[in-house]
């Protein structure tokens, strides 16, 4: 796979958030599963605007995800650059999916091999999710007294 075959498109500003998310790599994942949010490291990996996680099936975080789906993906990096993304993630049960996005994590530049903690995609604890953005925001943090500007998208932009 070429690193332009995966990344993120249809923003209207993917530029920087594709080298952004090549820099980053790892993000910070909130859930709210109930009264109190949980934040943990994950490794994503996008396809347009979809962002693509794999986590165990079982885990506190799917559980979460379970009572409520609504999350918070961020990234920073060093230089003051700011990504979130916002919205709903569900686990994708089909496994033809799941299938095609374990061999994708295999292969994407960013990616990492899940064989190195599932069996395969057909393990019963390897769980796709889904990220649907309902918003993604990227900004500078060095530019914004400087007159710099943050840059929003939503579904149908």
């Known amino acids: 796979m070429r ?8 923003t209207g500003f993917d530029a920087a958030v594709n080298a952004l998310v090549k820099e980053a790599v790892w993000a910070f994942l ?36 379970e009572r409520n789906p609504r999350a918070e993906l961020f990234y920073w990096t060093k ?9 709903k993630a569900e686990f994708v049960a089909d496994a033809a999916e799941k299938a095609r996005l374990w061999e994708l994590f295999k292969v994407h530049p960013v990616g990492y091999d899940p064989g190195t903690i599932w ?16 918003r993604i925001e990227y900004f500078d943090v060095t530019q914004l007294g400087r007159g710099g500007q943050r840059q929003v998208w939503r579904p149908g932009q």
């Open 79 to 87: 230089a003051g650059l700011h990504l979130t993304i916002t919205g």
């Open 3 to 10: 690193e332009n075959d995966a990344g993120v498109s249809g």
């Open 119 to 134: 069996q395969s995609a057909d393990d019963p604890e390897y769980g796709l999710l889904r990220l649907d953005p309902a």
């Open 30 to 65: 909130a859930t709210a599963g109930g009264a109190q949010p949980h934040v943990r490291v994950v490794h994503p990996i996008w396809e347009g605007t979809t962002v693509w996680l794999i986590s165990r099936r079982n885990s506190p975080k799917a559980r979460q995800l």
